[in-house]
Protein backbone atom coordinates (compact mmCIF):
# COMPACT_ATOMS: atom_id res chain seq x y z
CA UNK A 1 0.00 0.00 0.00
CA UNK A 2 0.85 3.37 -1.23
CA UNK A 3 1.56 6.11 1.56
CA UNK A 4 1.48 8.81 -1.29
CA UNK A 5 -0.22 12.44 -0.99
CA UNK A 6 -1.77 13.94 -3.94
CA UNK A 7 -3.94 16.42 -5.19
CA UNK A 8 -5.63 15.79 -8.51
CA UNK A 9 -7.54 19.15 -10.47
CA UNK A 10 -10.36 17.74 -12.35
CA UNK A 11 -11.99 19.85 -14.92
CA UNK A 12 -15.17 18.71 -14.58
CA UNK A 13 -17.00 16.74 -11.75
CA UNK A 14 -16.34 13.29 -12.33
CA UNK A 15 -19.39 11.29 -11.15
CA UNK A 16 -21.70 9.57 -12.67
CA UNK A 17 -18.37 8.35 -15.28
CA UNK A 18 -20.25 9.01 -18.35
CA UNK A 19 -18.44 10.24 -21.23
CA UNK A 20 -14.59 10.23 -21.92
CA UNK A 21 -12.58 12.29 -20.16
CA UNK A 22 -14.37 11.74 -16.36
CA UNK A 23 -14.31 8.21 -17.37
CA UNK A 24 -10.74 8.03 -16.82
CA UNK A 25 -10.37 10.62 -13.99
CA UNK A 26 -13.15 8.59 -12.06
CA UNK A 27 -11.44 5.25 -12.44
CA UNK A 28 -7.90 6.52 -11.70
CA UNK A 29 -9.04 8.35 -8.69
CA UNK A 30 -10.81 4.31 -7.30
CA UNK A 31 -7.22 2.63 -8.50
CA UNK A 32 -5.16 4.67 -7.22
CA UNK A 33 -7.30 5.14 -3.56
CA UNK A 34 -7.33 1.24 -4.02
CA UNK A 35 -3.48 1.47 -3.43
CA UNK A 36 -3.85 3.51 -0.28
CA UNK A 37 -2.83 7.08 -2.01
CA UNK A 38 -4.16 9.97 -0.22
CA UNK A 39 -6.47 12.03 -2.62
CA UNK A 40 -7.06 15.51 -2.36
CA UNK A 41 -9.96 16.01 -5.21
CA UNK A 42 -10.48 19.44 -6.60
CA UNK A 43 -13.24 20.24 -9.00
CA UNK A 44 -14.11 22.97 -11.30
CA UNK A 45 -17.84 22.50 -11.37
CA UNK A 46 -19.80 22.46 -14.74
CA UNK A 47 -23.20 23.35 -15.39
CA UNK A 48 -25.63 20.48 -15.73
CA UNK A 49 -23.33 18.10 -13.26
CA UNK A 50 -24.14 17.95 -9.62
CA UNK A 51 -21.52 17.53 -6.98
CA UNK A 52 -20.88 13.74 -6.03
CA UNK A 53 -21.11 12.41 -2.28
CA UNK A 54 -19.89 9.20 -4.00
CA UNK A 55 -16.25 10.99 -4.72
CA UNK A 56 -15.82 11.15 -0.47
CA UNK A 57 -15.50 6.92 0.04
CA UNK A 58 -12.38 7.40 -2.29
CA UNK A 59 -10.65 11.00 -1.44
CA UNK A 60 -9.83 12.71 1.63
CA UNK A 61 -10.88 15.68 0.97
CA UNK A 62 -13.27 16.94 -2.37
CA UNK A 63 -13.06 20.36 -2.65
CA UNK A 64 -15.50 22.51 -5.56
CA UNK A 65 -15.02 25.83 -7.24
CA UNK A 66 -17.52 27.26 -9.85
CA UNK A 67 -16.15 27.14 -13.51
CA UNK A 68 -16.03 31.48 -13.97
CA UNK A 69 -17.86 31.60 -17.84
CA UNK A 70 -19.05 34.72 -20.14
CA UNK A 71 -16.83 37.08 -20.85
CA UNK A 72 -14.68 37.32 -18.12
CA UNK A 73 -13.08 34.19 -19.47
CA UNK A 74 -13.68 34.53 -23.45
CA UNK A 75 -11.89 38.38 -23.79
CA UNK A 76 -7.81 36.48 -23.70
CA UNK A 77 -5.57 34.96 -25.24
CA UNK A 78 -5.78 31.86 -22.89
CA UNK A 79 -8.12 29.21 -24.33
CA UNK A 80 -11.54 29.86 -22.86
CA UNK A 81 -11.52 26.09 -21.60
CA UNK A 82 -8.68 26.82 -19.46
CA UNK A 83 -9.40 30.64 -18.38
CA UNK A 84 -13.05 29.47 -17.43
CA UNK A 85 -11.27 27.27 -14.58
CA UNK A 86 -9.13 29.59 -12.84
CA UNK A 87 -10.13 30.12 -9.04
CA UNK A 88 -7.58 31.73 -6.63
CA UNK A 89 -9.13 29.67 -3.40
CA UNK A 90 -8.26 26.44 -5.31
CA UNK A 91 -4.82 27.98 -5.66
CA UNK A 92 -4.46 28.48 -1.96
CA UNK A 93 -5.93 25.25 -0.65
CA UNK A 94 -3.01 23.80 -3.10
CA UNK A 95 -0.46 25.47 -0.89
CA UNK A 96 -1.47 24.44 2.34
CA UNK A 97 1.19 21.56 2.03
CA UNK A 98 4.10 20.29 -0.55
CA UNK A 99 2.21 17.53 -2.13
CA UNK A 100 2.23 16.88 -6.10
CA UNK A 101 -0.29 18.50 -7.99
CA UNK A 102 -2.30 15.94 -10.88
CA UNK A 103 -4.04 18.70 -13.68
CA UNK A 104 -6.31 16.30 -15.29
CA UNK A 105 -6.13 17.48 -19.17
CA UNK A 106 -4.91 21.01 -20.80
CA UNK A 107 -8.74 22.50 -19.39
CA UNK A 108 -7.24 22.21 -15.70
CA UNK A 109 -3.83 23.50 -16.41
CA UNK A 110 -4.30 27.33 -15.48
CA UNK A 111 -1.62 27.12 -12.76
CA UNK A 112 0.52 25.12 -14.17
CA UNK A 113 3.26 28.10 -14.80
CA UNK A 114 2.56 29.90 -11.54
CA UNK A 115 5.50 30.62 -9.80
CA UNK A 116 4.22 29.66 -6.65
CA UNK A 117 3.93 25.84 -7.27
CA UNK A 118 7.69 26.10 -8.71
CA UNK A 119 9.10 23.88 -6.42
CA UNK A 120 6.05 21.15 -6.53
CA UNK A 121 6.09 18.15 -8.58
CA UNK A 122 3.68 19.06 -11.01
CA UNK A 123 1.79 16.49 -13.68
CA UNK A 124 0.17 16.68 -16.33
CA UNK A 125 -2.38 13.54 -17.49
CA UNK A 126 -2.67 14.46 -21.02
CA UNK A 127 -6.06 13.07 -22.71
CA UNK A 128 -5.97 14.71 -26.48
CA UNK A 129 -3.72 16.97 -28.00
CA UNK A 130 -5.90 19.40 -27.97
CA UNK A 131 -5.84 21.64 -30.24
CA UNK A 132 -5.75 19.08 -33.31
CA UNK A 133 -9.17 17.89 -31.39
CA UNK A 134 -10.52 21.64 -31.72
CA UNK A 135 -9.35 21.82 -35.08
CA UNK A 136 -11.24 19.08 -36.32
CA UNK A 137 -13.94 20.32 -34.39
CA UNK A 138 -13.65 23.35 -36.42
CA UNK A 139 -13.91 21.19 -40.02
CA UNK A 140 -17.08 18.88 -38.62
CA UNK A 141 -18.93 22.10 -37.14
CA UNK A 142 -21.66 23.26 -39.60
CA UNK A 143 -23.03 26.23 -37.23
CA UNK A 144 -20.83 29.45 -38.19
CA UNK A 145 -20.81 30.81 -34.98
CA UNK A 146 -19.50 27.28 -33.33
CA UNK A 147 -16.98 27.21 -36.29
CA UNK A 148 -15.15 30.09 -35.53
CA UNK A 149 -15.18 29.51 -31.65
CA UNK A 150 -13.76 25.71 -32.46
CA UNK A 151 -11.08 27.63 -34.81
CA UNK A 152 -9.98 30.24 -32.33
CA UNK A 153 -9.95 27.99 -29.60
CA UNK A 154 -7.56 26.19 -31.38
CA UNK A 155 -5.33 28.64 -32.55
CA UNK A 156 -5.30 29.60 -28.43
CA UNK A 157 -4.51 26.30 -27.61
CA UNK A 158 -1.40 25.86 -29.60
CA UNK A 159 0.01 28.58 -27.51
CA UNK A 160 -0.88 27.59 -24.38
CA UNK A 161 0.25 24.16 -24.95
CA UNK A 162 4.40 25.66 -24.28
CA UNK A 163 3.20 25.67 -20.76
CA UNK A 164 3.04 21.63 -20.54
CA UNK A 165 7.35 22.91 -20.17
CA UNK A 166 6.49 23.48 -16.31
CA UNK A 167 4.94 19.99 -15.90
CA UNK A 168 7.81 17.49 -13.82
CA UNK A 169 6.14 14.30 -15.85
CA UNK A 170 3.53 14.22 -18.60
CA UNK A 171 0.87 10.89 -18.44
CA UNK A 172 -0.34 10.11 -22.07
CA UNK A 173 -3.33 8.15 -23.02
CA UNK A 174 -1.32 6.59 -26.41
CA UNK A 175 1.40 6.19 -27.92
CA UNK A 176 1.18 8.46 -30.93
CA UNK A 177 0.35 11.15 -28.60
CA UNK A 178 3.27 10.28 -26.77
CA UNK A 179 5.35 10.17 -29.31
CA UNK A 180 4.37 14.00 -30.64
CA UNK A 181 4.73 15.30 -26.99
CA UNK A 182 8.11 14.04 -27.30
CA UNK A 183 9.06 15.73 -30.36
CA UNK A 184 7.77 18.98 -28.65
CA UNK A 185 8.93 18.78 -25.52
CA UNK A 186 12.54 16.69 -25.72
CA UNK A 187 14.67 15.76 -22.24
CA UNK A 188 11.05 16.25 -20.31
CA UNK A 189 9.33 12.79 -18.55
CA UNK A 190 6.85 11.57 -20.98
CA UNK A 191 5.72 8.52 -20.51
CA UNK A 192 2.62 6.61 -22.21
CA UNK A 193 -0.22 5.88 -19.50
CA UNK A 194 -3.21 4.33 -20.98
CA UNK A 195 -6.87 5.96 -19.83
CA UNK A 196 -8.67 4.32 -16.83
CA UNK A 197 -11.60 2.88 -17.37
CA UNK A 198 -14.97 0.74 -16.00
CA UNK A 199 -13.68 -3.03 -17.09
CA UNK A 200 -12.16 -5.40 -15.09
CA UNK A 201 -12.83 -8.46 -16.67
CA UNK A 202 -14.32 -9.34 -20.30
CA UNK A 203 -17.78 -9.66 -20.75
CA UNK A 204 -18.71 -10.70 -24.10
CA UNK A 205 -20.80 -12.96 -25.67
CA UNK A 206 -20.16 -15.80 -28.05
CA UNK A 207 -22.05 -16.76 -31.00
CA UNK A 208 -22.99 -14.36 -33.57
CA UNK A 209 -26.08 -11.04 -33.95
CA UNK A 210 -27.93 -9.57 -36.55
CA UNK A 211 -27.16 -6.33 -36.55
CA UNK A 212 -24.31 -3.45 -36.43
CA UNK A 213 -23.85 -1.15 -33.93
CA UNK A 214 -22.32 2.37 -34.09
CA UNK A 215 -22.62 4.70 -30.47
CA UNK A 216 -21.61 7.75 -29.57
CA UNK A 217 -22.88 11.39 -27.83
CA UNK A 218 -24.55 12.42 -31.03
CA UNK A 219 -24.31 15.99 -30.49
CA UNK A 220 -20.47 15.87 -30.33
CA UNK A 221 -19.96 16.80 -34.16
CA UNK A 222 -17.46 14.46 -34.67
CA UNK A 223 -19.65 11.41 -33.46
CA UNK A 224 -22.73 12.98 -35.85
CA UNK A 225 -19.90 13.36 -38.93
CA UNK A 226 -19.05 9.50 -38.21
CA UNK A 227 -22.78 8.58 -38.18
CA UNK A 228 -23.35 10.61 -41.28
CA UNK A 229 -20.67 8.98 -42.96
CA UNK A 230 -21.56 5.45 -42.25
CA UNK A 231 -25.38 6.11 -43.26
CA UNK A 232 -24.61 7.94 -46.51
CA UNK A 233 -21.36 6.16 -47.49
CA UNK A 234 -21.65 2.65 -46.33
CA UNK A 235 -25.43 1.19 -45.26
CA UNK A 236 -27.55 3.16 -47.85
CA UNK A 237 -28.75 0.63 -50.24
CA UNK A 238 -27.07 -2.42 -48.16
CA UNK A 239 -28.78 -5.56 -46.80
CA UNK A 240 -26.86 -5.29 -43.49
CA UNK A 241 -28.57 -3.61 -40.86
CA UNK A 242 -27.11 -0.68 -39.03
CA UNK A 243 -28.42 0.54 -35.52
CA UNK A 244 -27.01 3.87 -34.32
CA UNK A 245 -27.50 4.77 -30.55
CA UNK A 246 -26.25 7.73 -28.55
CA UNK A 247 -27.41 11.09 -26.82
CA UNK A 248 -29.30 13.81 -28.33
CA UNK A 249 -28.96 12.91 -32.02
CA UNK A 250 -29.46 15.39 -34.80
CA UNK A 251 -32.50 15.87 -36.99
CA UNK A 252 -29.78 15.33 -39.54
CA UNK A 253 -29.29 12.45 -38.57
CA UNK A 254 -32.69 10.99 -37.65
CA UNK A 255 -33.70 12.10 -40.91
CA UNK A 256 -31.08 11.04 -43.00
CA UNK A 257 -32.01 7.37 -41.31
CA UNK A 258 -35.47 7.58 -42.09
CA UNK A 259 -34.89 6.90 -45.35
CA UNK A 260 -33.08 3.26 -45.12
CA UNK A 261 -35.56 0.42 -43.89
CA UNK A 262 -31.91 -0.72 -42.57
CA UNK A 263 -30.79 1.72 -40.85
CA UNK A 264 -32.87 2.90 -37.41
CA UNK A 265 -31.72 5.38 -34.54
CA UNK A 266 -31.89 4.65 -30.76
CA UNK A 267 -31.93 8.21 -28.76
CA UNK A 268 -30.64 8.46 -25.80
CA UNK A 269 -30.34 4.62 -24.16
CA UNK A 270 -29.63 4.28 -21.22
CA UNK A 271 -27.00 2.33 -19.64
CA UNK A 272 -28.35 -1.12 -19.33
CA UNK A 273 -30.03 -0.33 -23.04
CA UNK A 274 -26.85 0.37 -24.76
CA UNK A 275 -24.84 -2.49 -22.82
CA UNK A 276 -27.32 -4.80 -24.20
CA UNK A 277 -26.51 -3.38 -27.80
CA UNK A 278 -22.75 -3.37 -27.36
CA UNK A 279 -22.60 -6.97 -25.89
CA UNK A 280 -25.91 -8.24 -28.72
CA UNK A 281 -24.35 -6.40 -31.87
CA UNK A 282 -22.59 -9.11 -34.70
CA UNK A 283 -20.66 -5.89 -34.91
CA UNK A 284 -19.98 -2.96 -33.12
CA UNK A 285 -18.49 -0.61 -35.97
CA UNK A 286 -16.51 2.58 -34.61
CA UNK A 287 -14.92 5.11 -37.15
CA UNK A 288 -13.41 8.75 -35.91
CA UNK A 289 -11.69 11.11 -38.08
CA UNK A 290 -9.83 12.48 -35.05
CA UNK A 291 -6.67 10.94 -34.59
CA UNK A 292 -5.84 12.15 -30.96
CA UNK A 293 -5.90 10.47 -27.72
CA UNK A 294 -8.22 7.25 -26.77
CA UNK A 295 -11.12 6.70 -27.50
CA UNK A 296 -12.42 5.32 -24.40
CA UNK A 297 -16.00 3.45 -26.32
CA UNK A 298 -13.07 1.35 -28.57
CA UNK A 299 -12.17 -0.30 -24.87
CA UNK A 300 -15.78 -0.60 -23.72
CA UNK A 301 -16.52 -1.98 -27.16
CA UNK A 302 -13.66 -4.30 -26.56
CA UNK A 303 -14.74 -5.60 -23.06
CA UNK A 304 -18.50 -6.19 -23.79
CA UNK A 305 -18.91 -6.67 -27.27
CA UNK A 306 -18.13 -8.87 -30.34
CA UNK A 307 -16.31 -8.44 -33.33
CA UNK A 308 -15.27 -4.61 -33.45
CA UNK A 309 -14.36 -3.01 -36.77
CA UNK A 310 -12.56 0.51 -36.73
CA UNK A 311 -11.01 3.03 -39.35
CA UNK A 312 -7.38 3.41 -38.78
CA UNK A 313 -7.41 6.53 -36.42
CA UNK A 314 -9.98 4.94 -34.16
CA UNK A 315 -6.43 2.95 -33.33
CA UNK A 316 -4.18 5.60 -32.77
CA UNK A 317 -1.35 4.11 -31.50
CA UNK A 318 -3.61 1.99 -28.86
CA UNK A 319 -1.46 -1.36 -29.56
CA UNK A 320 -4.91 -2.55 -30.08
CA UNK A 321 -4.78 -3.60 -33.42
CA UNK A 322 -4.87 -7.19 -33.45
CA UNK A 323 -8.25 -7.24 -31.67
CA UNK A 324 -9.95 -5.35 -34.31
CA UNK A 325 -10.90 -5.65 -38.04
CA UNK A 326 -9.23 -2.71 -39.75
CA UNK A 327 -11.14 -0.94 -43.05
CA UNK A 328 -10.68 2.65 -44.25
CA UNK A 329 -13.19 3.54 -47.34
CA UNK A 330 -16.63 3.10 -47.43
CA UNK A 331 -15.92 0.00 -49.94
CA UNK A 332 -13.56 -1.58 -47.73
CA UNK A 333 -15.85 -1.23 -44.76
CA UNK A 334 -18.86 -3.17 -46.53
CA UNK A 335 -16.60 -5.77 -47.61
CA UNK A 336 -15.71 -6.02 -44.02
CA UNK A 337 -19.10 -6.41 -43.25
CA UNK A 338 -19.44 -9.40 -45.92
CA UNK A 339 -16.65 -11.25 -44.55
CA UNK A 340 -17.94 -11.14 -40.97
CA UNK A 341 -21.30 -11.49 -41.33
CA UNK A 342 -21.37 -15.41 -41.08
CA UNK A 343 -17.74 -15.77 -38.56
CA UNK A 344 -19.42 -15.92 -35.09
CA UNK A 345 -17.25 -15.09 -32.09
CA UNK A 346 -15.60 -17.40 -30.37
CA UNK A 347 -13.86 -18.48 -26.93
CA UNK A 348 -10.44 -17.99 -28.42
CA UNK A 349 -10.50 -14.79 -29.69
CA UNK A 350 -12.08 -13.84 -26.24
CA UNK A 351 -9.00 -15.48 -24.58
CA UNK A 352 -6.72 -13.03 -27.18
CA UNK A 353 -8.61 -9.60 -26.07
CA UNK A 354 -8.12 -11.04 -22.23
CA UNK A 355 -4.58 -11.81 -22.65
CA UNK A 356 -3.94 -8.39 -24.43
CA UNK A 357 -6.00 -6.27 -22.44
CA UNK A 358 -5.04 -7.66 -19.15
CA UNK A 359 -1.48 -6.81 -20.27
CA UNK A 360 -2.21 -3.09 -20.79
CA UNK A 361 -5.05 -1.92 -19.94
CA UNK A 362 -5.56 -3.23 -16.25
CA UNK A 363 -6.64 -0.15 -13.66
CA UNK A 364 -4.53 -1.64 -11.10
CA UNK A 365 -1.34 -2.19 -12.82
CA UNK A 366 -1.64 1.07 -14.37
CA UNK A 367 -2.18 2.66 -10.99
CA UNK A 368 1.15 1.23 -9.82
CA UNK A 369 2.86 2.15 -12.49
CA UNK A 370 1.48 5.93 -11.86
CA UNK A 371 2.29 5.80 -8.38
CA UNK A 372 6.01 4.76 -9.32
CA UNK A 373 6.22 7.49 -11.45
CA UNK A 374 5.32 9.97 -8.90
CA UNK A 375 7.71 8.75 -6.08
CA UNK A 376 10.65 8.53 -8.27
CA UNK A 377 10.52 4.94 -7.28
Given at each position: ?6 H??S ?6 P???G????Y ?9 G??L ?5 E ?6 A?E ?13 I?G ?6 LS?Y?V??R?SE ?18 H ?9 L????L ?7 E??Y ?12 K?A??LI?S?K ?5 R??K????M?V??EC ?9 P?QK ?19 GS ?7 LE?P???AA??F???Q?F ?11 MK ?6 G ?7 I ?5 P??A??F ?13 FQ??GL ?11 R ?16 L?H ?14 L???PF?S ?8 I??N??S???N???MI ?6
Open positions: MSDLHLIVFDVPYPNYGVIDVYKIRALHNQVHYLHIIYPGRDKPLEAFCDKVYYYPRTWKSAFSPIKSRTMMQNLLKDKHPVLFEGLSCYYLDDPRKDRLIYRESNIHQYFNLFKAEHHLGKYFELLLLFQTLHAGILVSDTAYLKRHFGIVYLPSFHANETLNTLEGDFALYHGNVENEAVLIKVAGSRHQLVIAGPQKRITLASRYPNRVVPNGDELNLIRTARVNILVTATKLKLLNTLYNGHCLVNPPMLNGTGLDDCIASSPEEIRRKLDQEHLDAEAEKRMELGNYNARAERRLISGD
